[in-house]
């Protein structure tokens, strides 16, 4: 039974196991939850590195291919083609149950509670600053609820951007994500749609209580889609006389055109949102440019 967990840099996955039955050895095949693996080091509660242990002794394992859960059974198998085997069942019979059953959203909050499937509704909350943070804390601790059988709990929280860690935490508490001026990069938004996981963005205060309430009282406002055309990493910013700033850019996705809103995101925050001014090429006026291209955008009144 696999008891605790932890990364190690320098090491990898390392997994605290508690022999119940048989005996492990270096070389052996294994599997646990939703992991498999090959055991490369044992070492004991002593910290001495050993080649094979028995039942009913704890030990360290390395040699996981990812990272296993607390509580998971350890077991040993043949080869690695059984282990993958068997993981992949697991695997396909988990995203059969996330099809099944439909991930917490604030969309579907209020039902979910008419129907007595939660009692409270898990946060998880990112926000630009510090003083954004304990600012929005309070202010969702204040929200009345008429429902009292129903409670609201920041599970986590903290300054930056969204992370995949906040994402798996989600997924595995129930929760929803909210950011306050942030953006999470294509590559978070992708793993959250995967793990149908509700990401939540503002820029206003009440605007972010306003909907918590109403889809407590289950009177949200349908949720618009929005989609993204492109990305563009800033190189170099070049100083026009009276025309401005124009960022000498690479379009890493997508496309970028005139005719598109922009954001201006910098180390996750956002830090401008408006419309395309210009768009160049060797100093050419063009409509757009594609992914590996470089170019010069100009934003309105930026």
């Given amino acids: 039974l696999i008891i605790e967990t932890k990364l190690d840099k320098k090491r990898g996955i390392i997994a605290s196991v508690l ?28 910290g001495k590195s050993i080649k094979k242990v028995g039942p009913s002794t704890p030990v360290e394992i390395i040699g996981f291919y990812k990272m296993p859960q607390a509580g998971d059974y ?20 988990e995203r059969s149950k996330i099809i099944q059953e439909p991930s917490l959203s604030l969309d579907n909050l209020f039902l979910e509670i008419k129907e007595g499937k939660i009692d409270k509704l898990n946060i998880i909350l990112k926000t630009d600053t510090q003083g954004s943070l304990d600012a929005l804390q309070e202010a969702i601790k204040k929200i009345k609820i008429e429902n009292e059988e129903v409670k609201i709990v920041i599970i986590h929280s903290g300054v930056g951007n969204i992370t995949e860690t906040d994402v798996m935490l989600a997924s595995a508490s129930q929760a929803i994500i909210i950011g306050f001026n942030i953006r999470p990069d294509t590559n978070i938004q992708k793993i959250a749609k995967s793990e149908k996981i ?23 406002k349908p949720k618009i889609e929005e989609y993204v055309c492109g990305q563009a990493e800033v190189r170099e910013i070049f100083k026009i006389p009276k025309i401005g700033s124009i960022a000498g850019s690479y379009v890493l996705s997508g496309k970028i055109s005139k005719s598109d ?38 934003i309105e009144k930026f």
């Avoid at 077991?75 to 396909?92: C, F, M, S, T, W």
């Fill in 19 to 46: 022999i119940q039955d048989g005996a492990l050895k270096i070389s052996d095949y294994f599997i646990a939850g939703l992991s498999y693996g090959k055991i490369k080091s044992l070492t004991d509660d002593k």
């Fill in 74 to 93: 350890f077991q040993i198998v043949p080869d690695d083609k059984l282990a993958k085997i068997i993981i992949n069942e697991r695997e396909d019979e």
């Fill in 198 to 220: 509700d990401i939540r963005l503002y820029k206003i205060i009440y605007d972010l209580l306003d909907e918590i309430k109403s889809a407590l009282k289950g009177f949200l």
């Fill in 261 to 298: 809103n922009i954001r201006v995101i910098r180390d996750g925050k956002l830090i401008y949102e408006g419309k395309v001014s210009s768009l160049r090429r060797f100093k050419e006026d063009i409509k757009e440019v594609n992914a590996d291209f470089e170019c010069g955008i100009g």
